[in-house]
């Protein structure tokens, strides 16, 4: 029947849309979850975000059409009385609340920041003991990596200035180094999950 057709395909849209976001959904779960470590299991995902979105609305966009295009005389038929009275989970307002949540999973990575706290930085105690590097990282995908990253430094004491950007594949900071070094900011990375490539010195 048209109605088990189009909740497959609803059904379907959505976990493609939910896999499509994978990179970006499991940082903020491993925040809340206290597990940092897994933050970026899931990065490898992000090369095949497109391929993923595109088939979510291919998906979609079929299950409403099956969902709206008019019935043929044969499937008028064929209609039974269960199919008269449609359950809510064969109605078109479970279609459209699936095609809301799944619009949601896939722009995910343009809000997932809002999820993590303010980042307090305890600042540099010491001017003449400051020291800046920049920091090249492997496996950030959106704005929420960023934060995760954000989030795992600041715990460090004496950090002063903090950016991290997911499109450079870097970090940048600034420290006081008698109270943090580099190798702390380095196992601050690494515990997220994301790598640390490379490390330059810009003082």
């Known amino acids: 029947?048209?109605?088990k057709k189009t909740?497959?395909?609803?059904?379907?849209?959505?976990?493609?849309?939910?896999?499509?976001?994978?990179c970006c959904i499991t940082p903020v779960l491993a925040l809340l979850a206290g597990s940092t470590g897994i933050a970026a299991t899931f990065s490898w995902v992000e090369p095949f975000r497109p391929w993923l979105i595109g088939f979510t609305i291919f998906v979609l966009a079929f299950a409403w059409y099956q969902k709206l295009r008019?019935?043929?005389s044969e499937e008028i038929e064929c209609t039974c009385e269960e199919d008269e009275?449609?359950?809510?989970?064969?109605s078109k307002k479970f279609l459209g609340l699936i095609t809301v949540f799944a619009t949601l999973m896939i722009v995910f990575p343009y809000?997932?920041?809002g999820f993590y706290p303010e980042t307090?930085?305890?600042?540099?105690?010491?001017?003449n003991q400051?020291?800046?590097y920049e920091i090249s990282?492997?496996?950030?995908?959106?704005?929420?990596?960023?934060?995760?990253?954000?989030?795992?430094?600041?715990?460090?004491?004496g950090i002063s200035t903090l950016e991290v950007s997911y499109e450079q594949a870097n970090a940048v900071v600034t420290f006081d180094k008698s109270l943090t070094d580099i190798n702390q900011v380095k196992a601050a990375i690494n515990n997220t999950g994301y790598k640390v490539e490379s490390t330059n010195k810009s003082e």
């Not at 909740?7 to 994978?22: D, E, F, M, Q, W």
């Not at 307090?120 to 001017?127: A, C, F, I, Q, T």
């Open 111 to 113: 809000y997932a920041d």
């Open 1 to 3: 029947m048209n109605t």
């Open 130 to 132: 400051q020291t800046s």
């Open 85 to 90: 009275q449609p359950s809510f989970w064969q």
């Open 137 to 157: 990282i492997k496996g950030m995908t959106c704005t929420g990596c960023e934060e995760h990253v954000k989030v795992e430094i600041g715990k460090l004491e």
């Open 70 to 72: 008019p019935r043929t």
């Open 7 to 22: 909740n497959s395909l609803a059904v379907t849209s959505l976990l493609t849309a939910i896999s499509a976001s994978l």
């Open 120 to 127: 307090n930085l305890s600042g540099v105690e010491n001017v």
